[in-house]
């Protein structure tokens, strides 16, 4: 194989993972799955997350998760840039707005994701964003900063999509894509996003691709799993899956100033 792939979203310290974190990169070796961005969502798991890429030699975010904007305190800027003092930690989030779950109470996000926004501002770092039903209000906090970086997991519409790409974002796309039921908008959105502003993730362990022939018997998702996104991709796109891989790999490299 001439080509390796780059997992940009892995919630390797769920709880689902405890114990098998060897057997999980591994696997993900296998599979040409070579580097992955391990994601913090609260203080803790933004920790667990750092540990794991020292441990794995892998590079990881830390920040607050809108579902746990709730939890952040006075703290949180000062936790956080300790944190990113060390060079595993290429990113700042994951942090944003969902209006879907409505997990932490709307104006609780949206203090937190600004908060988040201007330390990724003094710290020059990118943010690794998060963003469901809330793409209007999304827009108009991310117009207030000067900031570079990815919308994870992205599964908005047209207008939504057209708007991150022209704030220079680059587009995060999961196995969402592999879903015959709940992907279709997606799917139909895929060619139009510029394959040097795209990003593959699993998002392990949430969000099983679909299109794995045969069907895995566990719900568990895994960076292996990864080249059925970028073969998803590629068919949409009418691209090579090697072009895909390198392309998306290179641009990983690239909004996280890693060296290839």
């Known amino acids: 194989m001439?080509?390796?792939?780059?997992?940009?979203?892995?919630?390797?310290?769920?709880?689902?993972?405890?114990?098998?974190?060897q057997a999980v990169l591994?696997?993900?070796?296998?599979?040409?799955?070579?580097?992955?961005?391990?994601?913090?969502?609260?203080?803790?798991?933004?920790?667990?997350?750092?540990?794991?890429?020292?441990?794995?030699?892998?590079?990881?975010?830390?920040?607050?998760?809108?579902?746990?904007?709730?939890?952040?305190?006075?703290?949180?800027e000062a936790h956080l840039t300790t944190l990113s003092q060390h060079p595993e930690v290429v990113a700042i989030g994951e942090c944003g707005l969902d209006y879907n779950r409505d997990f932490s109470p709307r104006d609780v996000q949206r203090s937190v994701f600004r908060r988040q926004l201007q330390l990724a501002e003094q710290l020059n770092m990118p943010v690794y964003l998060h963003e469901r039903d809330a793409s209007?209000?999304?827009?108009?906090?991310?117009?207030?900063?000067?900031?570079r970086g990815v919308l994870h997991c992205f599964t908005g519409d047209e207008n939504a999509l057209q708007s991150y790409l022209a704030m220079g974002l680059y587009?995060?796309?999961?196995?969402?894509?592999?879903?015959?039921?709940?992907?279709?908008?997606?799917?139909?959105?895929?060619?139009?996003?510029?394959?040097?502003?795209?990003?593959?993730?699993?998002?392990?362990?949430?969000?099983?691709?679909?299109?794995?022939?045969?069907?895995?018997?566990?719900?568990?998702?895994?960076?292996?799993?990864?080249?059925?996104?970028?073969?998803?991709?590629?068919?949409?796109?009418?691209s090579e899956f090697t072009e895909v891989a390198k392309q998306t790999t290179l641009n990983f490299q690239q909004l996280f100033s890693i060296k290839g």
């Open 136 to 147: 209007e209000d999304m827009l108009a906090i991310l117009s207030d900063y000067k900031v």
């Open 2 to 21: 001439n080509y390796s792939l780059v997992d940009a979203g892995v919630n390797l310290s769920n709880h689902q993972f405890d114990d098998i974190h």
């Open 171 to 238: 587009i995060g796309v999961t196995g969402w894509v592999c879903d015959e039921r709940r992907g279709e908008q997606l799917q139909a959105l895929v060619p139009t996003i510029p394959l040097n502003r795209l990003l593959i993730e699993t998002d392990a362990p949430f969000l099983m691709p679909r299109n794995i022939r045969p069907r895995p018997k566990t719900r568990r998702n895994e960076p292996q799993n990864l080249p059925y996104v970028c073969q998803q991709i590629a068919d949409l796109k009418g």
């Open 26 to 76: 591994q696997r993900a070796a296998e599979a040409n799955v070579t580097q992955m961005l391990l994601i913090g969502c609260d203080l803790q798991s933004s920790q667990a997350s750092l540990k794991l890429a020292k441990q794995f030699k892998q590079f990881c975010t830390a920040g607050v998760h809108p579902h746990d904007a709730k939890t952040a305190d006075d703290q949180l």
